[in-house]
């Protein structure tokens, strides 16, 4: 890490996983996070974000 140059907010992790939660299938996504580590679950996870806000919709 290079705490003095990294201009990513605190946030992006949550922000990465809310955007690919809104493009894969809800039961894709899970099948193959469940095919990761156990850590993962918990790493990709977006709480306090209403679920019915995520997943592929048409634009």
Known sequence: MRPHHNLTPETCILATAIALRKCVPRADLERVIATLPAF??????????DPA????RIV
């Open 53 to 56: 806000t995520l997943g592929p």
């Open 40 to 49: 993962a679950t918990e790493f990709w996870s977006t709480p306090g974000t």
